[in-house]
């Protein structure tokens, strides 16, 4: 019979918790948390599931278990756990998390940060105390996998609609006419073994030889002829411009178009972006006036569109800002009595349930009230 796991006492959890978020997950190896170290003894190593060490593990596992929605966007955002946080300084990672609940950066300091750090505190106590797996015993049955395509059926207008959510990567779509992606206002793709959205695309639309070797980067090539034709290679287009390329080598799932959303604005000498939730719904809005324009001239006509939470990567804003912005142009098209077939991509399931939390039909009635 396996010993039972020493339950770590929550305020030195805590403790340390207040530690790393201080320090940031780049900068766990540095760190004295004997308590987390004890804690991720308890869980199994070498699934390959999280990036970092073990004590990195914990931490992500503690915060995936804490339901999803503001809560956990803000504990990602404050340990440096979302994508592309890792490395930011604890001041920008707790400005994030403050924008998360909408408050200032001194308020979310004082009032909401401990109740954030203290809840990861407690999911990595409850790991220890409900036996998580330990080395060389074996892993829990589970009772099914999370779904990857979910079908939500929100209220617009007094009627429902269906939305399709997929959770997984954007190359794994099929049978979709339209793919949404987000761009710099340059239409500058990244490079191709990146893994943003847009690199994704780039690189699943580009045609190889049996080997492997590049033939064609269609999808960029494309791109650039759409800049040079309009006048703008070189030049900054107004957030929001739309910008059209065929899918390339995803034509062969299903995939027919591409439509480039500019909704990054580089800042001058950095590496950084700008990204405002009214230049994602205008981009968005635009997006349905082309998928109109060009329906009919193909066969058979576009029906159905597909968007990622643009700008809730390095764009910075959080899923929920992103969701809000995109919804508002999707929810005005809709209301209008348009019948395109709407799908959304995400990653992760944590974000797939926050979208499907926000459309639930029950919660949209009550803001009807």
């Known amino acids: 019979m396996p010993p039972s796991p020493h339950v770590p006492d ?28 004890g804690a991720a003894r308890e869980l199994p190593r070498g699934d390959g599931e999280s990036p970092g060490g073990p004590v990195e593990k914990v931490l992500r596992l503690a915060v995936s278990r804490m339901g999803g929605g503001t809560l956990q966007t803000a504990a990602e955002y404050s ?16 400005r994030r998390a403050a924008q998360v609940y909408g408050v200032s950066v001194e308020r979310f300091r004082k009032h909401h940060e401990l109740m954030v750090l203290g809840q990861v505190a407690e999911q990595v106590v409850q790991l220890v105390a409900q036996g998580a797996p330990r080395r060389g015993s074996p892993p829990p049955p ?27 990567s954007v190359d ?3 049978d979709i006419d339209v793919v949404v992606s987000p761009s ?31 033939v064609d980067d269609r999808i960029d090539d494309e791109l650039r002829g759409w800049t040079a034709r309009h006048g703008a290679p070189g030049r900054a287009a107004q ?15 299903g995939i027919r178009r591409i439509y480039h959303v500019a909704v990054a604005v580089p800042r001058p000498e950095t590496n950084d972006y700008d990204v405002q939730p009214a230049d994602i719904t205008r981009g968005v809005a635009r997006v349905f006036a082309l998928l109109a324009e060009e329906s009919g001239a193909h066969d058979p006509p576009l029906r159905s569109v597909c968007l990622p939470l643009l700008g809730a990567g390095r764009g910075g804003l959080t899923p929920l800002e992103s969701f809000g912005a995109l919804w508002a142009a999707v929810e005005a098209e809709l209301a209008r009595g348009a019948d395109w077939e709407i799908h959304f991509v995400v990653r992760r399931h944590a974000r797939a349930d926050l979208l499907e939390r926000l459309l639930a039909p029950n919660s949209l ?4 009230q």
């Open 142 to 168: 589970y009772d099914r996998m999370p779904a990857a395509h979910r079908t939500l059926r929100p209220r617009i207008d007094r009627r429902t609609v269906p939305v399709t959510l997929h959770v997984h």
């Open 239 to 253: 957030p929001g411009t739309v910008a059209v390329t065929s899918a390339g080598a995803l034509a062969g799932q």
């Open 172 to 174: 794994l779509l099929r």
């Open 10 to 37: 929550h305020g030195a959890v805590l403790a340390e918790v207040r530690k790393v978020r201080r320090a940031g997950v780049v900068r766990l190896r540095a760190l004295d948390v004997p308590a987390l170290a």
């Open 79 to 94: 340990l440096g756990l979302a994508q592309g946080t890792r490395d930011w300084p604890a001041a920008d990672r707790r």
């Open 365 to 368: 009635a009550e803001d009807d």
């Open 184 to 214: 710099n206002t340059y239409f500058a793709l990244p490079a191709p073994y990146k893994s943003s959205v847009s690199a994704t695309l780039r690189r699943a639309g580009a045609h190889r030889d049996p080997v492997g070797g590049l």
